[in-house]
């Protein structure tokens, strides 16, 4: 794919300092860099853990409503467990998606009772669905399966990136690596884009590049995000597996120049982008990556699943001269839910 530099797992494995051009290709500041790169040649297991998940995402997005609500957490600015029409995007309730959030690495933080209140966004307890939750049963160790492998390569990308990075970090107290890897706050989405309303799917030519998700940067130092899959419900309420329904349909990011670019990330690959997180600990000299997700046409009864694993320091960690991540983070929440929900 033109623009988007990818890189061989074995290679990560092996020899992560040879990588150190790509990364800096992939994530530096030049025009043309997209802040994202692609990883390849990933283990077997990467295609199952993945599909086996995404369809979990349309299952659980047809559970009857009553049954998804109760596996929602107010109190965590809808952070844990399902989300719907909660978050503001564009000026408006994003009723165009759904979203199951959970900390795949960590069940129970440990923090104390003082902190966990603080911050209940990020450290209270995961909700899971219950194990014979019908039509949602192995819901949990799914997710766990797949958080984890993607936390993984997080964790040995991040490690690959430190010479890049540490260029630019303010402060070399700490590592990319470190702030990672110890952090209690890892937070992944999985996500169910509801098939828009045909009366509100306009021509490509008119439509919004923004129209499934707004333009937005992720909180994180960096984000794993697997490719999409779309589904359509058939006769018979089943799903079944189908092609992107258009060539316009799918992931826009703007380049470091501002150029808007669509990226279509492989079955058998993983993607990293940069999150706001980095860009604020390297005073904005590794910029975050902006994003948004178009319908690109006619989605009739088609929609898009996909995950994404946000790696970020714990709420303590400073990302600024005046601001923790955790401040950071009730500033972002504000903007998306409301003074309420803080």
């Not at 690959?160 to 540490?166: L, Y």
Request: hydrophobic share 35%.
């Amino acid at each position: 794919m033109p623009g988007v530099v990818s890189i061989s797992y074995p290679t990560l494995v092996s020899s992560p300092l040879s990588l150190r051009t790509s990364i800096e290709q992939a994530f530096g500041s030049h025009p043309q860099a997209l802040g994202i790169i692609l990883v390849k040649d990933l283990p077997s297991v990467y295609k199952s853990y993945r599909e086996t998940l995404l369809k979990f995402s349309y299952k659980y997005a047809h559970l009857p409503e009553d049954v998804k609500e109760r596996y929602t957490d107010p109190d965590s600015s809808y952070s844990f467990g399902w989300s719907h029409g909660k978050e503001i995007m564009n000026g408006k309730p994003d009723t165009l998606k759904g979203s199951y959030y959970a900390n795949p690495i960590v069940d129970v933080p440990n923090v104390s009772p003082a902190i966990r209140e603080q911050h209940r966004e990020y450290y209270r307890e995961n909700i899971w669905p219950d194990a014979n939750e019908k039509g949602v049963e192995g819901f949990e160790s799914a997710f766990k399966d797949l958080g984890r492998f993607v936390f993984q390569v997080g964790c040995e990308l991040a490690a690959a990136c430190e010479p890049f990075v540490s260029k630019h970090l303010g402060d070399t107290s700490f590592s990319l690596a470190e702030l990672i890897a110890r952090s209690q706050t890892t937070k992944a989405r999985l996500l169910h884009y509801f098939p828009p309303n045909p009366a509100d799917v306009k021509e490509v030519d008119d439509e919004p590049i923004d129209s499934w998700c707004g333009f937005h940067l992720d909180n994180s130092l960096l984000t794993g995000l697997c490719a999409a899959v779309f589904l359509r419900e058939e006769d018979d309420g089943q799903p079944s597996v189908v092609p992107s329904p258009s060539p316009e349909s799918g992931l826009y990011i703007r380049t470091r120049g501002g150029e808007l670019t669509k990226v279509s990330i492989p079955d058998d690959c993983l993607a990293f982008q940069t999150g706001e997180a980095l860009e604020l600990v390297t005073g904005g000299r590794l910029r975050a990556t902006p994003h948004c997700v178009r319908v690109g046409g006619s989605c009739e009864r088609i929609s898009r699943e996909t995950f994404a694993l946000f790696m970020q320091p714990d709420t303590h960690q400073k990302v600024s001269a005046t601001e923790t991540f955790g401040q950071f983070t009730k500033r972002i929440l504000e903007k998306h839910y409301g003074k309420n929900s803080m």
